[in-house]
């Protein structure tokens, strides 16, 4: 291995004792190919086994708390018991590949579509869509919201009896957690919502729920971690300025990580804060001696990696560069990074291991992945 790249590989531990192997993490990615009752289907576990073996860490696609917070076809569900086998299994195969094993689990909110959900029952922290000819979801009460934290809790707690090594609570991307947290979706002039530290007050009884739940669960050392999106385009909308803030508290929750949701490792922040530094830069310097932050976002090369883990953030997640390549790790420490695939073969489904409907999303949508025009 060319010594340039020796910092991607040296080791890292987490607050809670447990050890990575290596500095590079598979970002959780939606890829619509669990069964249709949200069960593991054999086709998702090749995909993971397929991309596990040189990673550290394998953040798994979203899981859904409730069987109303269900925002994709062929996702998986975490809301259930029965679901415990083939979570197990999914876990295991990542495992023995070298990785560990970390569910992301989810609400999708008013992002859900209606004939996903129970009775068409969208939610929310408000009555607010997501945009225009999308639809008004209902704001929830109280007693539903103190359910759905509970329910966060009983995901978790079925991810640590399926063997997983951590969960990864998803507030990023406009899902449930982000709508509370977002003064665009969150209208509310309760306990809920109404002011900046108000709006905090959902991620963080879901984190507290959690906790709870691996302090009266998991036996071994088990990762929490958070991911969250740091401004919004919207006006009003989630600014860097409100993130900071935000970050400040999170940074005193007793989380594993935070994970940065970005399409660019490198982009700088819209508004609400005169700082010319990126926004990962930013987010580090402000709370990285707390509390890890993962980065993310088109990281592609061996050269991307190392310009990215120059800047201090001590991870990095690559998503669908392992879609492109997920030999990319084993390349780089076999001295082979010249051979590192950056564009997509869009012939090659099968050689990479890809179900059908990621690749058909993919191949259908262009320019998410280099080589998809």
């Not at 929310?124 to 979801?137: C, L, Q």
Request: hydrophobic residues 35%; aromatic residues 6%; proline residues 6%.
């Amino acid at each position: 291995m060319n010594e340039k790249y020796q910092p991607l590989f040296e080791s890292f531990s987490f607050p809670n004792g447990t050890r990575l192997k290596n500095r590079v993490v598979m970002a959780p990615m939606t890829n619509w190919s669990s069964n249709s009752d949200g069960t593991v289907s054999d086709d998702e576990v090749k995909y993971y086994k397929r991309r596990s073996k040189g990673v550290s860490m394998v953040v798994t696609a979203c899981a859904n708390v409730t069987a109303g917070g269900k925002g994709f076809s062929g996702e998986i569900g975490v809301h259930n018991d029965d679901m415990i086998p083939g979570l197990r299994r999914l876990a295991t195969t990542i495992q023995d590949q070298g990785a560990k094993a970390v569910l992301q689990i989810y609400h999708g909110g008013r992002l859900c579509p209606p004939d996903l959900v129970p009775n068409g029952d969208i939610v929310s922290a408000s009555a607010v869509p997501a945009g225009e000819n999308e639809p008004v979801p209902r704001a929830l009460e109280d007693g539903e919201i103190k359910e759905i934290i509970h329910a966060y809790g009983e995901g978790a707690r079925r991810a640590i009896q399926a063997g997983f090594d951590g969960v990864e609570i998803h507030g990023a991307n406009g899902y449930l957690i982000h709508q509370f947290f977002s003064p665009h979706s969150n209208h509310r002039d309760d306990h809920w919502g109404g002011s900046l530290k108000k709006r905090m007050n959902f991620p963080l009884a879901v984190i507290n729920e959690i906790q709870k739940t691996v302090g009266d669960h998991a036996k071994d050392p088990f990762i929490v971690g958070h991911r969250l999106s740091p401004e919004e385009p919207q006006t009003p909308g989630i600014t860097m300025a409100d993130t900071l803030e935000f970050v400040d508290v999170l940074a005193d929750q007793e989380l594993d990580y935070i994970h940065v949701s970005l399409m660019n490792f490198w982009s700088r922040p819209r508004r609400g804060l005169e700082d010319t530094r990126s926004r990962l830069d930013i987010i580090q310097d402000r709370v990285g001696n707390k509390v890890p932050v993962v980065g993310v976002g088109s990281i592609y090369s061996a050269e991307d990696a190392r310009s990215a883990i120059q800047s201090d953030v001590p991870l990095l997640a690559l998503g669908r560069e392992l879609i492109i390549d997920p030999d990319w790790v084993g390349k780089i420490e076999q001295g082979k990074a010249s051979d590192i695939e950056t564009i997509l073969d869009t012939n090659g489904q099968d050689r990479l291991v890809v179900p059908n409907p990621l690749w058909k999303a993919i191949i259908h949508t262009p320019g998410w992945f280099p080589g998809v025009d």
